[in-house]
């Protein structure tokens, strides 16, 4: 993969023998989680309950259907897997005991998994022309004033028309004295869902973009075009009627699919923030993780202004990926019962995999090995179209959700600490 660089996670098992708490400690061969076809691949477990007799293993291949072993133990280390293997894939071990369990997992030649479906011939004619309607819309602006702003800086709760029912809304914060063409955009995007306190836009989120390095145009964009500020019965309203289940939307037609009320929107909010007197016409960062991350991807793929994206399990990649034996991500439309050929002909417009293809943005993106929702060779199946660079923290004890809490400590040194650190340089 062309100027890709694997940020390499070491956590050896003396390491993990030291975590507080840990009562499982599994091993492989390379402990990054990274390997080439014909590596010898060797994986084994230790376990501190010295009580514990059985262990249950489960081996899932390219996040299909597992298989189990229940395997007796000793008291010394128990290798439960040694193979090689000859093509891309991927592997998830679950080790469970009486009371405690954990998961590894790894991946063969991620620079080869590619999308599964076709790239529409027409993709760049349709997204074309979808810019150009919506471009076409005068722009109209309603803000209303945050109170109690830190000093120095102003946010406003923003709504942006756009060409679908809903307009774009979020928090838009920034410097009140900067000069022109002095400041970056940064654009934070959100995880799926309607209702929970992650989906919301909150003026926070965009004053703590607003306030890095010598300051920024920030912007909190909720993904569903929602009022900001509201009382919960709202949010629960949305989440239980208009909204409910808003990702199997449209799937069978072009013009009616949710995600492209989604996509339209963040396009309209990166088009506003561009043509604010302060852009320093360089930079432009986008933030998300899992939905949000997916949209970070979007972004990045449908804007070349895009400069940069920091996405952390990002979803919406590879969704053809259930057609061919391996797992598709988040939200695994074609796990549904709608039409497959329909689907076909629509969903590459709008899949991560093919909207990133030839972004030269640089890519700071984290990968978990074990992620059900986000699947690691899914992922990697959209960042292999882009051109940019790509800093890559493929992390081995990573799910959707960093749930072992015996890895947290390393996690925040070893993958979140590093990527704030980017973040915030790139931003001086």
């Not at 000859?86 to 592997?91: D, G, I, N, P, V």
């Not at 949010?235 to 009320?261: M, V």
């Amino acid at each position: 993969m062309k100027h890709l660089l694997i940020h390499i996670l070491f956590f050896t098992v003396c390491f993990c023998s030291a975590l507080s708490g840990q009562n499982i400690i599994l091993k492989q061969t390379n402990e990054t989680g990274i390997y080439k076809s014909g590596d010898k691949i060797r994986v084994t477990l230790f376990l501190h309950d010295k009580t514990a007799d059985s262990v249950t293993v489960k081996i899932q291949r390219n996040f299909s259907e597992g298989s189990f072993r229940y395997l007796k133990y000793t008291g010394d280390s128990l290798e439960i897997f040694n193979e090689t293997l000859k093509e891309q894939s991927t592997l998830v071990f679950e080790v469970t005991s009486k009371s405690k369990s954990a998961s590894i997992g790894l991946i063969v030649d991620p620079e080869k998994f590619k999308p599964a479906t076709k790239r529409p011939v027409d993709f760049e004619k349709y997204w074309k022309s979808q810019k150009k309607i919506l471009r076409a819309l005068p722009l109209i602006v309603k803000s209303v004033p945050v109170k109690n702003t830190a000093i120095g800086y102003s946010c406003v709760d923003m709504e942006i028309n756009c060409t679908e029912p809903k307009p774009a809304r979020g928090y838009f914060a920034k410097p009140r004295s900067s000069k022109p063409k002095s400041l970056p955009i940064v654009i934070y995007f959100h995880a799926a869902g309607v209702k929970g306190d992650w989906c919301r836009s909150e003026p926070g989120n965009a004053m703590r973009y607003a306030k890095m390095g010598k300051g920024a145009l920030s912007f909190d964009l909720n993904a569903h075009g929602m009022l900001n500020g509201q009382p919960d019965q709202y949010y629960n309203h949305l989440d239980s009627f208009d909204l409910n289940n808003y990702a199997q939307k449209g799937l069978e037609n072009r013009d009616e699919i949710y995600f492209r009320g989604i996509y339209l929107r963040l396009i309209r909010t990166i088009d506003f923030l561009t043509a604010q007197p302060e852009w320093d016409g360089k930079r432009i960062v986008v933030i998300g993780e899992s939905q949000g991350g997916g949209q970070s991807f979007i972004a990045a793929g449908l804007d070349k202004r895009v400069s940069a994206v920091v996405a952390t399990v990002p979803a919406m990649c590879d969704w053809g990926g259930t057609l061919v034996g391996r797992k598709g991500s988040w939200p695994y439309p074609f796990a549904t019962k709608n039409d497959k050929q329909k689907m076909l002909s629509v969903l590459p417009y709008f899949d991560a995999a093919h909207v990133l293809k030839g972004s030269k943005a640089t890519i700071v993106v984290e990968i978990g090995l074990i992620d059900q929702t986000c699947p690691s060779s899914a992922i990697y199946a959209a960042l292999n179209q882009a051109k940019g660079k790509k800093i890559i923290f493929a992390v081995p004890y990573r799910g959707h959700h960093l749930t072992q809490a015996d890895y947290k400590e390393i996690w925040e040194k070893t993958v979140n600490k590093p990527k704030e650190e980017f973040l915030c340089d790139y931003l001086r």
